[in-house]
């Protein structure tokens, strides 16, 4: 009777919170400890998990999608998460190392470590507070169950008891007291920013929405998904040229108020870095010396103005990227750097790349091809792969035919044709000429076959060539060449108008198009060269066909393939589709960034 009166008085002290944090960080940690422990008792492990719920939220904000996904519904997890002797405990720990692993000597923590079970323990906990992956949320988790198993497991307590001579010399406490105090340290890496605080974070690219490339498109839209997280105000600094900057704003994809620049989709404050010309280059070329000059002093005034707590390097191959991250440092920044290439083969870009991911706190890349770009194995071991798209526009379903009836009319598409798609810069890297080659052998053996290209063009030569080898093969007509596209909603009805889409970039960090592509179910066929291969290879099976970009016959060979096989086609389709949706929709993506940079703002 006293106990259910001890029980009920906790809930009721759970109705009406603690002002202070340290009362709540108390109060979360009884409740967690009683629904742990309620075992054969589902009201009382119910009404306890609840309110720990309620209060945990109340510190450190939701689990992420990826975590959720983790638990499960049945929540199946369980024995993962605790030891036989806490089987009823409800799962509320999700880090990918378990406590039992641990106390099992774990391999990839015990490097360096001679001593007891209490060292590689204070390693883990080392390791989890710094995680960038792990919410704040997960974070405080995992803190009340270690501090429950070093209540209640007698070898936990054995373990706590136990300090290597060599340690206690060097640091003059022993094994609990590390254990209290970096537990403290993970909860405080825990809280929630509080809400007058908002984390600010400046982005730093060399484009933004000047161009309709993939990179220009990815940032708007993740722009977009973390101005709506509560806590975190993006802003974004990116090179312009006058001319450029007005015509964006005519065009209405910037607004001007009181001054200041921001974006008409995300809403986020630009920082323009205006850069005078020379020669009308329409390429803004960033590590030319000219341009270096012009963005180092801007670029120090807008660190001034923002005021940032994190600064996050797009692509840090140019020098002037590169110099603000160690700007940032000098002004005790925290820096997250993200590649979004392939491989790097210029040995003096490699070299630029190699010092901004060594200021970097922390390293990201699109896809493992990405990793290539790192010279040193532990940096590419290090760096964690992250990627999505804003895939609600590309929804078969969102298709308007009557728009897509009217491409079709443009284009001289007729109801029997077979249509393969690149959607991709005009480049050599995007490789159109070899395509185009390979496409004269499919064309020969189907008439029907057409081969629509689609992009923005900067190099005249390149244009020329793949214009001459268009008539060299008799193909005008067949091979379509089109400019880019406006809106993600013209895009749409571009893949609805087509039968397959083909990726042929020789050297490509992830290829947004095509997962796109994928996302609106059309079967597709890609370079194994470059991060595509990350698109086409998944864990369910292959969602379509790869190919030796340099290998004129398994280009056509792909595309034969695919156009020859209907049940293939939709095969793919439906795989594709569902692993777009799955894997990489945007709200996971910026989840991880928010992530990152709430655990960089809390150290």
């Not at 709540?24 to 075992?39: C, G, N, V």
Request: hydrophobic share 30%; no cysteine.
């Amino acid at each position: 009777m006293v106990q259910k009166k001890r029980k009920r008085r906790l809930l009721r002290k759970a109705i009406k919170f603690p002002k202070s944090r340290r009362g709540k960080l108390d109060l979360a940690y009884d409740l967690f400890r009683q629904s742990a422990t309620q075992e054969g008792k589902p009201i009382w492990e119910k009404a306890f998990s609840d309110a720990y719920e309620s209060i945990a939220r109340n510190l450190s904000g939701n689990l992420t999608r990826d975590e959720k996904k983790k638990i499960g519904r049945s929540g199946v997890f369980r024995d993962k998460v605790v030891n036989d002797r806490f089987r009823g405990v409800r799962p509320m720990v999700y880090h990918s190392l378990t406590l039992d692993e641990i106390l099992d000597v774990h391999p990839n923590l015990n490097v360096g470590f001679e001593g007891t079970i209490s060292d590689r323990l204070l390693l883990l906990i080392k390791k989890v507070r710094e995680d960038p992956t792990l919410s704040p949320r997960a974070k405080l988790d995992y803190s009340n169950l270690l501090k429950l198993r070093a209540e209640v497991d007698p070898e936990f307590q054995k373990g706590l008891s136990r300090t290597p001579k060599k340690l206690q010399d060097k640091t003059g406490k022993n094994t609990q007291d590390r254990f209290n105090y970096l537990t403290r340290l993970l909860e405080k890496g825990a809280l929630e920013p509080s809400k007058n605080h908002r984390t600010k974070v400046l982005r730093v690219s060399h484009d933004y929405n000047r161009n309709t490339g993939g990179l220009q498109k990815h940032l708007q839209e993740l722009n977009t998904a973390l101005n709506k997280e509560n806590g975190i105000e993006v802003h974004q600094a990116v090179p312009f040229y006058q001319t450029d900057l007005t015509s964006l704003l005519s065009k209405g994809k910037m607004k001007k108020k009181r001054g200041k620049y921001y974006d008409a989709i995300s809403g986020v404050e630009i920082h323009p870095i205006i850069i005078k010309t020379r020669n009308k280059d329409k390429i803004m070329r960033l590590n030319s010396d000219h341009v270096k000059r012009q963005y180092a002093g801007q670029i120090e005034e807008i660190m001034d103005a923002v005021d940032p707590d994190i600064v996050h390097i797009h692509n840090g191959y140019y020098r002037p990227h590169r110099d603000v991250a160690r700007m940032a440092k000098d002004r005790d920044k925290k820096v997250v750097h993200t590649w979004h290439g392939g491989n790097i083969k210029i040995d003096r870009l490699r070299k630029i790349h190699d010092e901004t991911a060594d200021i970097a706190d922390y390293n990201f890349v699109i896809s493992n091809a990405g990793k290539k770009a790192f010279t040193y194995q532990q940096d590419r071991e290090n760096a964690q792969i992250a990627f999505g798209v804003d895939l609600d526009t590309f929804d078969p379903r969102k298709v308007n035919n009557r728009n897509v009836n009217a491409i079709k009319t443009r284009l001289g598409i007729k109801e029997d044709d077979f249509v393969f798609f690149f959607p991709g810069r005009y480049d050599q890297q995007k490789n159109q000429t070899n395509l185009v080659r390979a496409f004269s052998r499919v064309s020969n053996e189907d008439p029907k076959a057409k081969l629509l290209l689609m992009g923005q063009s900067h190099d005249r030569g390149y244009m020329d060539e793949l214009n001459k080898l268009v008539d060299q093969y008799g193909l005008r007509g067949k091979v379509i060449i089109e400019g880019a596209t406006e809106t993600s909603t013209q895009m749409r009805d571009h893949y609805a108008a087509v039968d397959a889409v083909i990726y042929p970039s020789t050297n490509e960090g992830r290829g947004r198009s095509l997962i796109e592509a994928l996302s609106m179910g059309k079967p597709v066929m890609a370079s194994g060269d470059a991060g595509l291969r990350d698109s086409i290879e998944t864990s369910s099976g292959d969602v379509g066909v790869l190919f030796n970009p340099r290998s004129l016959e398994e280009i056509s060979d792909s595309m034969s393939k695919v156009k020859g096989d209907p049940v293939l086609r939709t095969e793919f389709s439906r795989r594709g589709r569902q692993y777009a949706l799955d894997e990489l929709s945007m709200g996971s993506y910026a989840d991880t960034y928010a992530t990152a940079y709430r655990s960089l703002s809390s150290k």
